[in-house]
Nanobody, 124 residues
Framework: QVQLVESGGGLVQAGGSLRLSCAAS????????MGWFRQAPGKGREFVAA????????SYADSVKGRFTISRDNAANTVYLQMNSLKPEDTAVYFC?????????????????WGQGTQVTVSS
């Protein structure tokens, strides 16, 4: 059974940085693309970033481009999200997820495994 466990969330001031991690188990990690999504209170789930199976291709939402970096370590079965220059509007619960369909990575319906989420709060 696949399991995704996020960590690294917390409270940070605007302009600060956080690094989220997502550890995967129960599935061949390197065979899957990985994505990060977020959900703010009262809003729908929003695509943040995705990375293909090898790490050779990445995709970002316009709202985080240039500030966030997604990466992966297939030997450690872990995907990361480095978040810099954080803004109050980045406040949300952040989820990692797995998909075989990197070409549709911005669509949350293509993902078949999800973590429980980690809270990120950015104070102004």
């Amino acid at each position: 059974q696949v399991q995704l466990v996020e960590s690294g969330g917390g409270l940070v001031q605007a302009g600060g940085s956080l690094r989220l991690s997502c550890a995967a188990s129960g599935r061949s990690f390197s065979a899957y693309a990985m994505g990060w999504f977020r959900q703010a209170p009262g809003k729908g789930r929003e695509f943040v970033a995705a990375i293909n199976w090898s790490g050779g291709s990445t995709s970002y939402a316009d709202s985080v481009k240039g500030r966030f970096t997604i990466s992966r370590d297939n030997a450690a079965n872990t995907v990361y999200l480095q978040m810099n220059s954080l803004k109050p509007e980045d406040t949300a619960v952040y989820f990692c997820a797995m998909t075989r369909a990197y070409s549709s990575a911005k669509n949350d319906r293509t993902y078949d495994a999800w973590g429980q989420g980690t809270q990120v709060t950015v104070s102004s």
